[in-house]
């Protein structure tokens, strides 16, 4: 009559491992303490009853005892914080070179687009063995990327990207589920991880018509919307060279500094004014409502990879071939 | 000193006046008490009904008994219900109100009236969202996250909001009235050190409600005004920011759940006491307790909020001091496991409903030591992990504490006794319904099932399916007293003033005690839980 019944989730990614030891021994110490506490309370409470024991004893209490019941728990206490942030730095910081997803939450739909080209919807296709960082961003209210198998969970924010990742080790199909309350169709928010092996991920990745990778996706936005006109790749543009930008610090007006992330670059297209780079004027017009949340993706994709693949082929202050403005 | 038992004739707050006016326009804290208790046990039931409407959904995967957006907002009932309308002001305004001028010696709170508008604010506030939930309803969950609830969604908010926002004074005032008696009204004799543990647990919870309440006040101000006029506080694309609000609202709510476990605590130290017939083992350590774990519990908002973007190093801070938080937490455990030791422990009702507690709440703090580990918080974040834990500590520990206190104080408040074989068999079955209800969930949400799902996958149906039996029989255990304690009101044996040999000041005057609640004020010369001088047989004598 049922299906089945699992008590335990799958483990498919390496962060599965980590999480489940630590998981496993602060069942131990839970358990321990509970029985502790739940034989101690039955001995004493039956050992003296008043059947059996007329008059109470009175005790006053005793420092020493106190200091080793709130010592004991004290120390296993920091190991568990320890061993619980050690773990959270493992899964905070994504590995260099981790292949890039982006993934866009919406009332109720995932979205991903990989740098190839490909775009899923509610279904995402990644290979095994292979380290995958989210770059995540709504498109409305706070949605949350959780893969069970994988232990891995991070909020999705509107106007921010924010990222996860992980690195699947089985392949196979798992559920990716929201877990951020978003809304009407909230529980309806589920997709499915699908991990295959390389060779199939690859052939995966070239079935299919694609319109071409997603930095050039962006490059052509780019171009549409007439941002080249001023991001030019020389030092002449109304507006800062974007070529090899992404991902440094940048001096801002009024002195601040922020690095040049996802988050910065998305807003600088969408409310160019909150953060301008110092030595220019606040003259960018702002593209809320022209540019689509893909397309500020895609356009995010390609002012990295300005950096990525310049970066190592020419000097600072010798601005490419007009990669941006001409074409 | 006395004489002998009064008979029950004589003049009491019960009897003292009559009418519905006389009731509505009563200044006694023991009155209000009452108003206060028949006010939450009607909105305990409601969101009880939700509760099982829920657990119903639940049954099937599919979501066949309620369409989704009908879910929403039954769960929204359900959680905004218990939280704001029930476990806040369950003991703090019941039996707070009730016993802290009767346990310091004081005629009455500090400000009568003031406590009298409380509980109308709080049925205004009560009424307000009702009515928001009757017209429309809400769906944004009890937490109110942004954007969802400022721009998204299209229900009641901005009325639900404004009734919570209501209700927020009423336990403004109640803290505020607690703490001034505590530091005013003591009876001569009754210092700090003599205090019984109840109050030092009450005052610390009013601490909380006093400094906490009015931030959360604000921050639902704030949802209905960009609600009404989008003034980009909390939208992003309106220049806000969004996880400015979770900030604001776990800076309340977050301590607030100690504002729903300490008064529990408080509850379980008099039982303890009087059913081992013992003072509680470190009585400066348990009173400490309670003001470290108010003080603490503001420290830990962010806890709630590691996944949401904060940043690595915050996130390690929020988690160290939440295990910090923890020990004080587990230093009363151990008290009063050691109070039983060499005790005369009696199996009476309120006890059974004691042990009931202290293993429940053991479980759910434990379980949240796996919630302050961050590499684990990750994971089971928003699951149904999540959902057992806080069951655990406000259901488990807090509804415990509640009713354990309403059976132990019953025949000082009613002057009657309730049936006690009835009222073993309703803690027996609250406690088996209850692990059965929640123990599940603990699997379920390591297996990954998100909360607020009226959907879910097939392979979590079996433990669901549990769940909800467990449910079925918990809702048995809790209409039980409902029925038996008003049957007692007519049936039940005469108590006299102290029924169980209990040594707070609020057994040495008649049940139910007289208006004034001393026919003289108490001069305090002994310790709180004077239990070696109370002999077995028959109990201090009532004041003359
Ligand atoms: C028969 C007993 C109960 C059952 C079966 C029950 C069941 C549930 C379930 C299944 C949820 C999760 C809803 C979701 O996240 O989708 C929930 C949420 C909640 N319950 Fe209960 N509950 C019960 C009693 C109580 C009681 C007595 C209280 C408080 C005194 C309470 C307080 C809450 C709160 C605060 C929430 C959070 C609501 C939210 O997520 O928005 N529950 N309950
Ligand atoms: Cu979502």
């Keep these: 009559m049922w299906p089945n019944l699992p008590l335990f989730p799958e483990r498919a990614s390496t962060l599965a491992g980590r999480v489940d030891a630590l998981y496993f021994f602060l069942i131990a110490v839970a358990l321990f303490f509970t029985t502790l506490i739940a034989v101690l309370i039955l001995v004493f409470s039956i050992r003296y009853r008043k059947q059996r024991q007329l008059k109470a004893k009175q005790i006053e209490g005793s420092l020493a005892l106190e200091l080793t019941w709130t010592l004991i728990p004290l120390s296993i206490a920091m190991v568990m914080f320890v061993w619980g942030s050690a773990v959270f730095f493992y899964q905070a910081r994504p590995p260099r070179g981790a292949m890039e997803i982006y993934a866009i939450g919406k009332q109720w739909m995932w979205k991903f687009q990989h740098v190839e080209g490909q775009r899923e919807i509610n279904e995402l296709h990644i290979p095994v063995g292979r380290d995958v960082k989210m770059i995540m961003t709504s498109q409305d209210v706070i949605h949350s990327f959780f893969v069970p198998a994988f232990r891995v969970k991070a909020d999705v924010l509107p106007s921010r990207y924010t990222s996860t990742w992980f690195r699947a080790t089985t392949p196979g199909t798992y559920h990716l589920f929201c877990a951020e309350y978003c809304g009407t169709q909230h529980s309806g928010m589920i997709g499915r991880i699908v991990v295959m092996e390389p060779s199939a991920y690859e052939a995966w990745l070239g079935g299919g018509g694609t319109e071409g990778s997603l930095s050039a996706t962006g490059q052509k936005l780019f171009q549409e919307l007439g941002c080249a006109t001023c991001h030019r790749s020389d030092t002449q543009g109304r507006g800062p060279n974007l070529v090899g930008a992404f991902g440094k610090p940048v001096i801002l007006e009024d002195g601040r500094t922020v690095v040049a992330d996802e988050t910065y670059v998305r807003e600088s297209i969408l409310n160019p004014g909150a953060k301008v780079v110092s030595g220019f004027k606040p003259i960018m017009p702002t593209f809320e409502g022209q540019v689509s949340e893909e397309g500020l993706v895609s356009l995010v994709a390609y002012i990295k990879s300005l950096s990525q693949t310049q970066q190592g082929t020419q000097k600072q202050n010798e601005p490419a071939a007009p990669v941006p403005a001409g074409k | ?544």
């Excluded at chain 2, 657990?55 to 905004?80: C, W």
């Excluded at chain 2, 016993?99 to 310091?104: E, I, K, T």
């Excluded at chain 2, 050190?193 to 921050?219: D, E, K, N, Q």
């Excluded at chain 2, 009404?228 to 979770?246: A, E, R, T, V």
């Design chain 2, 1 to 544: 000193m006395a004489t002998t038992v009064q008979p029950v004739e004589q003049q009491n707050y019960l009897n003292s006046n009559y009418g519905i006016k006389s009731w509505l326009l009563t200044t006694d804290h023991k009155r209000i008490g009452l108003l206060y208790l028949m006010s939450i046990t009607l909105f305990f039931f409601l969101g009880g009904f939700f509760a099982m409407l829920i657990r119903l959904e639940l049954l099937t995967p599919a979501s066949d008994l309620m369409q989704s957006d009908n879910y929403n907002k039954v769960f929204t009932m359900h959680g905004i219900i218990m939280v704001f309308l029930f476990l806040i002001p369950s003991i703090p305004a019941v039996l707070g109100n009730f016993l802290v001028p009767l346990m310091v010696g004081a005629k009455d709170l500090a400000f009568p009236k003031i406590n009298l508008a409380s509980w109308y604010l709080f049925m205004l506030g009560g009424v307000v969202a009702l009515y928001g939930m009757v017209t429309g309803g809400v769906d944004t969950g009890w937490t109110f996250y942004t954007p969802f609830s400022t721009t998204y969604s299209n229900t009641n908010v901005v009325t639900v909001a404004i009734g919570v926002f209501i209700t927020g004074f009423s336990s403004i005032f109640t803290g505020l009235n607690i703490m001034v008696t505590v530091h005013r009204m003591r009876a001569p004799g009754m210092t700090w050190g003599r205090l019984p543990l109840f109050i030092w647990s009450h005052y610390a919870t009013s601490v909380i409600m006093v400094l906490g309440t009015p931030v959360i006040a604000i921050t639902l101000l704030l949802v209905a005004l960009e609600r009404l006029f989008h003034i980009g506080i909390f939208n992003s694309q309106l220049g806000g920011d969004p996880l400015l609000f979770q900030h604001l609202f776990w800076f309340y709510s977050h301590p607030a759940v100690y504002i729903m476990i300490l008064p529990s605590m408080a509850v379980i130290s008099e039982i303890v006491a009087c059913y081992s017939r013992k003072r509680i083992f470190g009585y400066n350590f348990v009173a400490l307790a309670s003001v470290a774990i108010a003080v603490f519990g503001f420290l830990v908002w962010a806890h709630h909020m590691f996944v949401a973007g904060i940043s690595v190093y915050a996130a390690m801070i929020f988690s160290l001091l939440s295990f910090l938080v923890a020990i004080p937490s587990a230093v009363k455990v151990f008290n009063w496991t050691a109070t039983l030791y060499k005790g005369s422990v009696h199996f009476d009702t309120p006890m059974l409903y004691a042990f009931g507690f202290i293993g429940l709440f053991t479980i759910g703090g434990l379980t949240g030591l796996f919630l302050a580990s961050i590499g684990i918080d990750v994971h089971v974040h928003d699951t149904y992990f999540v959902v057992a834990h806080f069951h655990y500590i406000m259901v488990g520990g807090a509804v415990m504490g509640y009713l354990g206190g309403l059976h132990f104080w019953w025949p000082k408040i009613s002057g009657r006794l309730y049936p006690e074989g009835w009222a073993k068999l309703s803690a027996l079955l609250i406690f088996v319904g209850f692990n059965v209800t929640f123990f599940p969930q603990f699997l379920l949400g390591y297996l990954g099932m998100p909360r607020r799902y009226a959907a879910y996958p097939e392979e979590f149906q079996v433990l669901n399916v549990l769940s909800t039996a467990g449910a079925s029989i918990l809702a048995v255990g809790y209409v039980l007293p409902m029925i038996y304690f008003v049957w007692s009101l007519r049936y039940g044996k005469i108590a006299g003033p102290n029924p169980w040999n209990a040594a707070g000041l609020e057994w040495r005057t008649s049940s139910p005690p007289p208006t004034y609640n001393f026919e003289e004020t108490p001069i305090v010369t002994w310790e709180a839980y004077n239990y070696d001088e109370i002999s077995e047989e028959k109990g201090v004598e009532v004041a003359g």
